[in-house]
Nanobody, 126 residues
Framework: QVQLVESGGGLVQNGGSLRLSCAAS????????MAWFRQGTGKEREFVAT????????VYADSVKGRFTISRDNAKNTVYLQMNSPKPEDTAVYYC???????????????????WGQGTQVTVSS
């Protein structure tokens, strides 16, 4: 079992910056592929970014590429999502997710992830 707790959400201005954190605990969280998803009001939950063992393995959705950065600190069992130049359309509840590595990467499908956090709201004002 892996427990995930997100933090860092809030209100941010269009063009500002915000950093989300996801603290993992439980069974060897460093063995897991980590990801961020988001869900806007009335929308499906969608993939944002994922990272394997090292930050160089990061993969992003086209909608956030070049603006968001996912990273992980395995010593702290924490994954981050740095959001630069956010736009109003980035407003959503952001979820951290973990999937045990079984040979496939990257994983963009929601169903591929085994563990989820409770989510943190991000609102981008125009």
């Amino acid at each position: 079992q892996v427990q995930l707790v997100e933090s860092g959400g809030g209100l941010v201005q269009n063009g500002g910056s915000l950093r989300l954190s996801c603290a993992a605990s439980g069974r060897t969280p460093s063995s897991y592929i980590m990801a961020w998803f988001r869900q806007g009001t009335g929308k499906e939950r969608e993939f944002v970014a994922t990272v394997g063992w090292s930050d160089s393995s990061a993969v992003y959705a086209d909608s956030v590429k070049g603006r968001f950065t996912i990273s992980r600190d395995n010593a702290k069992n924490t994954v981050y999502l740095q959001m630069n130049s956010p736009k109003p359309e980035d407003t959503a509840v952001y979820y951290c997710a973990a999937a045990y590595y079984s040979g496939s990467y990257p994983l963009r499908q929601r169903g591929a992830y085994d563990y989820w956090g409770q989510g943190t709201q991000v609102t981008v004002s125009s």
